[in-house]
């Protein structure tokens, strides 16, 4: 038995993928359920939002880049963030002023918001491949490595290396500080405490001379920095394809869902329990067995239980059972 590798193995491949995967789900899940527990409707164009922001942030990217800035190590993208979350607030609230506004007024039903939003996801997805194309952009530069799998061996002594790659490390430490200020506003400003009192209840809130124009305007904003900065984080962890955002709806849906709807912390803790499952399931247990079993009993397949092609089914899987047997998710959200 060789615990230490095994450890080191498990954590390489299973638990740094996960926390920072979970970290950029929970962004993203962070901006589902705002919408869903603010403005009351399921917004199926928030994957493409992510993917809108992320666009315009590899833009303003390659425009420093082409102008000789760039950011040391770390990656150039994080000096075009603001610029790329700006231009995802200009589509948003021009979205919002042109689309859901006029169902908001007239008081449409959720099912007619949510129908509305599938029309602005095919909208803002046929934007972004016009604009960027449909093939896959990678805009990670600066260093790429915290920390290598060579360095780790030639510092331990160990069989097996541990390898950190910068923007692992980036997600983490940008998601801790993205989720902190957005609980500090929620819970401390004047403008957080009117959102969650809109929330909660929203003709009392509107008795209480609170503005709901102001708390939408603000509700947007926010979503429209989460998505970008997730869309971000996520594109330079792995690479940024348009199609890719689609399919990340579902995860993100998942995590909203399973943690409850409206929630905060409900979506943060979804993102995580969905990104652990996923990278669980479709991890080949090969090698950690290795280490930790007798010879005689090492493995000899793959020790998969699904292939990384079907991690999605994991997420819809789990949706699907918080749905039947928990609607209101873990931490007591709204009912789907």
């Known amino acids: 038995m ?9 954590s390489n491949f299973v638990l740094i993928p996960a926390i920072a995967y979970g970290s950029q789900l929970a962004l993203g899940a962070l901006g589902v359920t705002l ?9 199926f164009a928030h994957g493409d939002t992510m993917a809108f922001g992320t666009m315009a942030t590899i833009l303003f990217t390659w425009a420093l880049q082409s102008a000789g800035v760039s ?6 993208a994080l000096l ?3 610029f790329g979350i700006a231009a995802c607030v200009l589509a948003v609230l021009a979205t919002d002023r042109v689309v859901y506004k006029f169902y908001r007024e007239v ?14 996801m095919f909208i803002f997805n046929g934007i972004v491949r016009f604009i960027i194309g449909p093939d896959e952009q990678r805009f990670a530069d600066g260093e790429r490595f915290i920390i290598t799998a060579r360095e780790f061996r030639e510092m331990t002594g160990l069989q097996e290396g541990l390898a950190l790659k910068s923007t692992q490390g980036i997600t983490v430490v940008t998601a801790v500080i993205v989720v902190a200020l957005l609980f500090w506003f929620l819970n401390r400003t004047r403008t957080g405490k009117s959102m969650r009192a809109y929330s909660d209840n929203e003709d009392l809130a509107l ?35 348009p199609f890719t955002y689609f399919q990340l709806l579902l995860p993100i849906f998942a995590s909203a869902i399973v943690g409850g709807l409206g929630s905060p912390l409900g979506a943060i803790a979804g993102g995580f329990v969905i990104a652990f499952s996923e990278v669980f399931v ?11 079993l007798p010879e005689s009993l090492e493995p000899s397949g793959l020790v998969q239980l699904l292939s990384t092609d079907y991690k999605f089914a994991v997420s819809f899987a789990i949706l699907l059972i918080v749905l039947l047997f928990k609607p209101t998710g873990l931490f007591k959200g709204k009912a789907v």
């Open 2 to 10: 060789d615990i230490l590798n095994a450890i080191v193995a498990l």
């Open 282 to 292: 479709t991890y080949a247990w090969k090698k950690v067995l290795g280490y930790m």
């Open 71 to 76: 950011f040391g190590p770390l990656p150039t």
């Open 35 to 43: 919408i869903y527990g603010i403005l009351r409707f399921s917004n």
């Open 207 to 241: 008795l209480s001379g609170i503005n709901p124009e102001r708390v939408v305007l603000v509700t947007w904003l926010i979503v429209a920095a989460l998505a970008t900065i997730a869309g971000v984080l996520y594109g330079l962890d792995k690479s940024f394809k």
């Open 80 to 82: 075009a963030l603001p």
């Open 107 to 120: 008081k449409a039903k959720p099912i007619i918001l949510v129908m509305a939003s599938l029309g602005v």
